[in-house]
C-alpha cells in the first residue's frame, strides 16, 4: 500500500485524509520535514497560501519540498497548494515551491461569497466531476510540456505536468474520490517505476 502525506500545516487536511483513506492508500499528516522521507507522494491542501507560505518557512519545510518534488515522487496541489506549485505567480516576483511550468492569478473566480461548485469534465477522471471553487485561482498559461486536464468556462482550472497535479478547486471537500484516486495511482505507477 502507498503511503501519501498531506501537508498538515493549515488548510482542508482532514478531508484530504479521508478522500485517500477511501481511495485505498495510506494517508499520513506531515507535521515535521523527516515526515517526508516516509511517504510516497504529497498532497499540498486548499488553504490560504500566503500563510501557508509563511507556516513552510517558518517550520523550515521548503528546500526539503523542492527535494521531494525534484525526487520524481508525485505532488498534488488543490487550489492554494496549486498555487505554491506554480513557477509564476500573477502580481509576484517569486514562485513559492516553484515546481510546474505553469503561471497561475490567485482569487480569479472571486472572493469566498463568490464560491460556487460545477461540474467538470477531467481527462482520464471523469466527465462529470463535482468540483468546488473557493476564492480559487486559475492556471493562466501552461508550459508545452503541461497537460490540461479541465477547463471551466474557457479557464484551465486541472493540469498535470509529469508527476506534478495541480487543480483550482476542491475535490476533498465532495464525496466523488476519482481525483484523489488518480492521484493515489500516479503515486502507485510512481513507486513501481523506482523499485524496479
Do not use: W
Amino acid at each position: 500500500m502507498v503511503k501519501v502525506g498531506v501537508l498538515g500545516l493549515q488548510g482542508a487536511v482532514r478531508e484530504h485524509v479521508r478522500s485517500i483513506e477511501e481511495s485505498g492508500a495510506e494517508a499520513v499528516v506531515i507535521k515535521k520535514v523527516e515526515q517526508l522521507d516516509e511517504i510516497d507522494g504529497l498532497i499540498l491542501p486548499g488553504g490560504e497560501s500566503t500563510t501557508m507560505r509563511r507556516l513552510i518557512d517558518k517550520y523550515g519545510f521548503m528546500d526539503k519540498l523542492k527535494e521531494f518534488a525534484a525526487s520524481g515522487k508525485p505532488v498534488y496541489g488543490t487550489c492554494a497548494g496549486l498555487i505554491l506549485l506554480a513557477q509564476r505567480v500573477v502580481g509576484y516576483d517569486e514562485p513559492h515551491i516553484g515546481v510546474m511550468d505553469v503561471t497561475v492569478e490567485r482569487n480569479s473566480f472571486g472572493r469566498q461569497r463568490e464560491s460556487f461548485e460545477a461540474d467538470l469534465d477531467i481527462t482520464g477522471v471523469a466527465l462529470d466531476f463535482p468540483a468546488v471553487f473557493i476564492r480559487a485561482p486559475h492556471i493562466v498559461e501552461a508550459g508545452e510540456n503541461v497537460e490540461v486536464i479541465s477547463k471551466h468556462e474557457g479557464r484551465i482550472v486541472a493540469a498535470r505536468e509529469g508527476h506534478i497535479l495541480g487543480c483550482s478547486f476542491h475535490p476533498e471537500l465532495t464525496d466523488d474520490h476519482r481525483l484523489t484516486a488518480y492521484f493515489v495511482n500516479m503515486v502507485k505507477e510512481a513507486k513501481e517505476k523506482q523499485t524496479v
